[in-house]
């Protein structure tokens, strides 16, 4: 062997224009080990597979600085194929399976095995006879090895979830050479009793001198399966050590951080809020594509800014968008003892809700419409405001006032209250989202993702925008943010959302250990429960 | 962004508007001095002598070629006297004829071709007598027969009872009362002298009505006979009055037929010799009465009188033409020796010559040119120029708009979008090439006038279609259908005027109203693809309609087909009815454009609620609907009840539009003639900057401007660059279509923004 290490990644900064999502990053994996690779959204996971498998995306943005050393010797990898040949294999997320085929086809698809007849001898290997009797073997073989008892030959088509995941992997071993396999989540999808069987498989891989790069969310399969663990925070490589030094604790610390400061200083309330019930949700289940509940329930104290936080896909944005009705949902909600119909966005926002929507270009604005119309138009169309009584025409007075008030008061940076929203920067289309829902005058506020996809002087005008209102107007408020950081610095207690329920409802001071725990699905004592 | 087109466009897009500025520069300069040349005395006295020449070639040419022709005939007349004349063959005739008339040509033209011109002072000022006289009763012969023309199409056009107009009995000055009612201006003193010739024309009128109504009636009581009589053996044997007897005892309604009874006892004594023999004869043929053709009504000159002005100024012109003949025979004495027919021919070749409706420079050199006067060789490239000018103008003019178009092609496209812009200097240019082919651009303006408010409100029915979210609404043919049915109904009930107009339009509506319901049901059950189930709707339902016309129990027998009793016919004129009656409201000319006041202002006005409508509340929400559903959900809008909304309102003016529009055509037409409205609507709208996802009004009044305007002049251009023959039709389906699929490849592929 001419090196330790199968893979070592020495350094990689990658830049996307001047933001560096990737700083001298280094990465070393020896043959035969599981690694697992740890870190919240956004902490640069992808983006350094990304480099591994010399995706497009890297070498149209400029590629990358850094090195790869792979088997012993320095290579730079030109696509995704060419990791494939050099032996870097990867389960996906998504299934890449074709339905219709059976197991055996999938398995081989674009590897199969051939025989030649005279036919093909004259007109080349495309006309080749498929060897379906060795295909079979070997797909039997591979599925042996994973653990699966199917008959080879029966169609993905209608087979569970987790068994794809498994042909999935077992399509990746069946291939020759292959020395380095990266598993994005893969048990996500999977049952608890599949997921053990995953990492059982994964072990016996390792065990072969395949080496594994695991990436994933929960911790206790890291405790499990992993030899050794890389984190991954900001871009930045935290720390990485065998698996045996460390805990769960420990863990769920570094992928948290405190490293950066709070993103505003807001004077912190004194007292906890001790109002009554604003909202309580009851057994929520909200089928929002990506964001699927399973058994919300969550109370809301009036006047206080709720946080709720959790990994991507994991269900936090479904909150929301289930009690405002934009999606099918199920379960009791109240609000100020009134029982709130779901799936009636129009009965919502009367009953005094308001919503600025995470999808801020599809549900939150009309971009090809004025700032004033876009802020006047809720208001209009739900309590009736800015009308004049004659001919049920619009008061374009009346909005033109409004709009101009909301633009100093939210400092919207804009030529004149008739610019099209689509031509503002994201941050200045944020607000003009805020200000929609203000001019409803909602007692009760749900704010989604508002930072996301904006400048760091927005996000700063946003977030003391929603202190202000809570404090001045004592408007209830429930952010929804992927940013702890963001949440920690004005929320007054924070929900952690994990596989579709309320795992935790911490305080903002509680230690990084008891976030990094709940976003991985474990209660710790600090929090107050769910 | 910024940065990137402020790179790319340095090369080509300065060096081609650059190159296309000095081009035209060239070209307007050499308009310039053209134009410079056309005022100097050379050059002026140069054309002068053109036409001394051009009348002496007119007259030396009908000279030659009545020689030439006399010697053909003569040949052939020599010919004919020969035994053997059979026996030739017709190109053998024909070559011999030929040779005689080419030899006959030949010799005359020595004789002819120069004349010699010994006082040509006086020749010169017996041109320019005759040239001053033909203008002064020229142009005032024009307008008055314009004048005339104008009275006459009123008169036909709206009047369809003549017989109520001009009875039997009744005096000049009580027909003139009648047909001044729908005239006012025949009754003015200017229009004194016209008077008698109309009351000619209202009797005449009212006996072809009477023959027509005639026909008809008698072709009823035939197919009385064809088809009321069981047994003809049963009327065998009797002689005519006993015959005749027989049928007015057993059929009443031939007993009112006694004008008939000629022709209604000779068939059926044909009928009876048939029946003897055991044979039957079939019904008469189907009167073509309903199959009327739609054309725009010619004025007949038959009736037009002079004012005793314009009799004084033509005395004035025969007597000048009689001066300068009596020159011509000084020069050319055979001259006299033309048949009188011949006479006539050679006067109006010499009045084509000197009298010029465009009286231009470069009109008189190319008319000059084309009876063969040369200019002086000296002085021929000025003149050659000068003639230029005004074509060197618009051709400068031309280039100079694309240099720049394509100078400011960024901000003019950001502002304007790409097809309209497009679609506008295509426009612009039609109007040069039109002046060009010395094509009226006024009176072609007029034109546009008039569809812009036939199609306009079709055009507007697109528009809440688009703003809902339904994208092109091609079934508006759906709103189009309950129009008709509207209108039919009115004349059903034999309404008229104002009342008929309304009657169709509110009838049209309350029609609409349902079914637009019912099709928006369908739309949204197919989200995604409404362009294509619109189309589909949109087809089929014409087709449904084309039974459910021949079904619908309509009675009126002005509406049915005669024969067979029922079923609705194909074009339904609607003079006496409602035809023109917007466009003639408060009508009025402008540059003698004639503005149809009526029907602008009615376009205006749906424009107006519409563009209300759009600020409703209502209205806001729709819009929000259309241009992003789940923003509109997240706000509590059903899009389903919005898309119904924008879906009822887009028929429900589409049924108003088919009423104006057939108002205007003066016809209104059924079955498969609808079919294509949807896709004229939408090119226009296209055309006006709208895409499938957002249409305001102003882009419905550019578009329907554009659209027509383009059709009408491209259309005439192209008739004038290929007169005759069947190219010219084929020429518009092409343009008419051409801007049609334009306008759909600007759809941007149902992109919604």
Redesign the interface.
């Known amino acids: 062997m001419a090196s330790e290490f199968i893979l070592e990644m020495n350094h990689i900064t990658k830049l996307y224009g001047s933001n560096a999502v990737l700083k001298d990053v280094s990465l070393k994996i020896r043959p035969g080990e599981i690694h697992a690779l740890l870190g919240e959204n956004g902490a640069g996971k992808s983006t350094l597979m990304n480099v591994l498998f010399g995706m497009p995306v890297i070498h149209s943005t400029g590629g990358f600085e850094g090195e790869v050393i792979f088997d012993g010797q320095k290579i730079a990898i030109a696509s995704p194929m060419d990791a494939m040949e050099k032996g870097i294999g990867m389960v996906h997320q998504e299934f890449m399976l074709i339905p219709g085929f059976s197991v055996t086809d999938n398995i081989k698809l674009n590897r199969e095995i051939t025989k030649a007849w005279p036919v093909s001898k004259l007109l080349g290997k495309d006309l080749e006879f498929l060897d379906t009797k060795t295909m079979a073997k070997d797909a039997r073989k591979a599925l042996d090895d994973v653990g699966m008892s199917i008959e080879e030959y029966t169609l993905v088509s209608g087979l569970p979830v987790g068994h794809m995941q498994f042909i999935e992997i077992a399509r990746e071993i069946d291939k020759s050479g292959m020395k380095l396999l990266v598993f994005d989540e893969p048990t996500a999808v999977l049952t608890e009793s599949e997921a053990q069987q995953l990492l059982d498989v994964m072990k016996s891989i390792a065990a072969k001198g395949i080496a594994i790069i695991f990436i994933t969310h929960r911790l206790d399969e890291v405790m499990n399966a992993a030899d050794s663990v890389t984190i991954l925070r900001d871009g930045q490589l935290v720390s990485s050590f065998p698996k045996a030094e460390t805990s769960p604790e420990k863990l769920a610390a570094l992928m948290i951080g405190r490293g950066s400061e709070s993103v505003i200083q807001v004077e912190k309330r004194k007292e906890a809020v001790e109002g009554g019930v604003a909202m309580s949700i009851r057994d929520l289940w909200v089928n929002m594509p990506g964001e699927v509940d399973k058994g919300i329930s969550l109370d809301v104290r009036e006047g206080e800014i709720l946080g709720i936080g959790g990994l991507a896909g994991q269900g936090k944005i479904g909150i929301p968008n289930g009690v405002m009705g934009l999606y099918e949902a199920i379960g009791e909600v109240e609000l100020f003892g009134q029982k709130l119909p779901l799936g009636d966005a129009g009965a919502a926002l009367r009953a005094g809700l308001a919503m600025v929507s995470e999808d801020r270009r599809g549900v939150g604005l009309l971009l090809d419409q004025s700032i004033e119309n876009n802020i006047a138009f809720t208001a209009m169309q739900v309590k009736g405001s800015f009308m004049k009584k004659l001919l049920w025409q619009k008061d374009a007075r009346a909005i033109r006032r409004y709009a101009e008030e909301m633009i100093k008061e939210l400092d919207i940076r804009c030529t004149s209250p008739a610019q099209p929203v689509g031509t503002l920067s994201g941050g200045n289309q944020q607000k003009v989202c805020v200000a929609r829902a203000l001019a409803l005058d909602p007692k009760f506020l749900f704010v989604s993702e508002p930072t996301r996809g904006i400048d760091i002087g927005a996000k700063q005008l946003v977030l003391e925008t929603l202190v202000r209102l809570n404090r001045e107007k004592g408007m209830t408020i429930v952010m929804v943010s992927s940013e702890l950081q963001e949440l920690r610095s004005i929320c007054d207690r924070i929900a952690i959302v994990a596989e579709g329920k309320v795992v935790d409802i911490l305080k903002v001071d509680a230690s990084d250990t008891a976030f990094g725990l709940a976003m991985s699905g474990v209660k710790s004592k600090e929090g107050e429960g769910a | 962004m910024s940065e990137k087109t402020k790179e790319k466009p340095s090369v080509r897009s300065r060096i081609v508007p650059i190159v296309l500025f000095i081009l035209a520069g060239i070209l307007l300069v050499a308009s310039v001095s053209g134009y410079a040349l056309q005022g100097t005395q050379e050059s002026k006295a140069n054309l002068d002598d053109m036409r001394t020449s051009a009348v002496l070639h007119a007259a030396s040419e009908g000279l030659i070629n009545s020689i030439a022709q006399q010697a053909r005939a003569d040949k052939l007349a020599e010919l004919r006297k020969d035994k053997n004349f059979r026996k030739r063959g017709l190109d053998e005739v024909n070559e011999i004829c030929d040779g005689a008339m080419n030899e006959a040509r030949a010799e005359a033209e020595k004789l002819y071709a120069n004349p010699v011109v010994q006082d040509k002072p006086a020749l010169e000022s017996a041109i320019i007598a005759y040239e001053t006289a033909l203008a002064a009763s020229g142009s005032l012969s024009q307008d008055e027969r314009a004048a005339y023309a104008d009275l006459y199409i009123q008169l036909v056009d709206n009047i369809s009872d003549w017989k109520a107009l001009a009875a039997d009995g009744m005096d000049d000055d009580a027909v003139i009362a009648a047909l001044g009612k729908t005239a006012p201006d025949l009754l003015k003193d200017e229009n004194a002298h016209l008077r008698a010739g109309f009351v000619r024309l209202a009797r005449d009128m009212a006996v072809k009505q009477q023959a027509k109504e005639d026909a008809e009636s008698q072709n009823q009581l035939l197919t009385v006979l064809a088809t009321a009589v069981p047994d003809w053996n049963e009327y065998a044997g009797l002689d005519k009055d006993a015959l005749w007897e027989k049928l007015t005892a057993e059929l009443p309604e031939i007993a009112a037929g006694e004008k008939f009874k000629d022709a209604l006892l000779s068939d059926a004594l044909a009928r009876v010799e048939a029946a003897q023999k055991g044979e039957t004869l079939s019904a008469p043929a189907e009167s073509e009465a309903g199959a009327e053709t739609v054309s725009e009504t010619q004025a007949d000159y038959r009736y037009f009188a002079a004012t005793e002005d314009l009799a004084q100024k033509e005395l004035a012109e025969n007597a000048a033409y009689d001066a300068l003949y009596a020159q011509l025979v000084t020069i050319i004495p055979d001259l006299g020796t033309l048949s009188s027919k011949l006479q006539g021919t050679l006067r109006e070749n010499i009045e084509k010559v000197l009298y010029l409706e465009d009286d231009g420079f470069s009109a008189r050199y190319n008319t000059y040119r084309s009876q063969k006067a040369e200019p002086e060789a000296s002085g021929a490239w000025k003149l050659n120029l000068a003639s230029l000018a005004q074509n060197l103008l618009l051709a400068g003019i031309a280039i100079l708009l694309l240099g720049l178009v394509v100078f400011f092609w960024d901000p003019l496209t950001q502002r304007f979008g790409v097809s309209r812009t497009i679609i506008a200097l295509f426009f612009v240019y039609l109007c040069l090439l039109a002046e060009f082919y010395n094509i009226s651009v006024r009176m072609m303006m007029g034109n546009v006038l008039e569809r812009m408010s036939m199609y306009g409100v079709l055009v507007l029915a697109m528009m809440p279609g688009i703003q809902c979210g339904i994208g092109l609404n091609m079934g508006m043919t759906i709103g189009c259908i309950s129009g008709l049915l509207g209108i039919v109904l009115a004349l059903q009930i034999n309404l008229v005027g104002f009342p008929a107009l309304a009657f169709a339009c509110v009838c049209g509506a309350v029609v609409a109203l349902p079914l637009g319901w019912a099709y928006s049901k369908l739309l949204n059950r197919m989200k995604g693809n409404e362009m294509t189930i619109s189309t589909y709707v949109g087809f089929s339902f014409v087709s449904l309609m084309c039974i459910g016309w021949m079904m619908l129990p309509f009675t009126n027998p002005k509406i049915i087909w005669l024969l067979s009793g029922k079923g609705l016919r194909v074009t339904h004129s609607l003079l006496g009815s409602f035809a023109h009656l917007l466009d003639n409201f408060l009508a009025f000319k402008v540059f003698g454009i004639k503005v149809p006041t009526g029907g602008l202002l009615f376009l205006g006005l749906c424009c107006f609620l519409v563009w209300?409508f759009s600020?409703?509340?209502?209205g806001?929400?729709m819009t929000?609907a259309g241009?992003?559903p789940?923003?509109a959900?997240?706000?509590?809008?059903s899009v389903n009840r919005m898309r119904t909304v924008g879906t009822v309102l887009s028929t429900v003016i589409a049924a108003v539009g088919i009423v104006i529009y057939s108002q205007a055509f003066g016809y209104a037409q059924l079955y498969t003639a609808p079919r294509q409205l949807g896709f004229v609507a939408s090119s226009a709208i296209l055309i006006g900057g709208a895409t499938v996802s957002?249409a305001k009004v102003s882009h419905v009044l550019i578009g329907v401007f554009l659209f027509e305007g383009v059709l009408v002049f491209g259309q005439q251009i192209a008739n004038s660059i290929m007169a005759g023959g069947g190219l010219s039709e084929v020429m518009r389906i092409m343009i008419s279509n051409g801007i049609i699929l334009y306008a759909l490849t600007q759809t941007g592929g149902g992109r919604r923004?």
């Not at chain 2, 600020?615 to 209502?618: A, F, Y």
């Not at chain 2, 959900?633 to 809008?637: D, L």
């Open positions: 209300l600020r409703s509340r209502l806001i929400a929000a241009s992003n789940r923003f959900e997240a706000s509590g809008i957002k923004a």
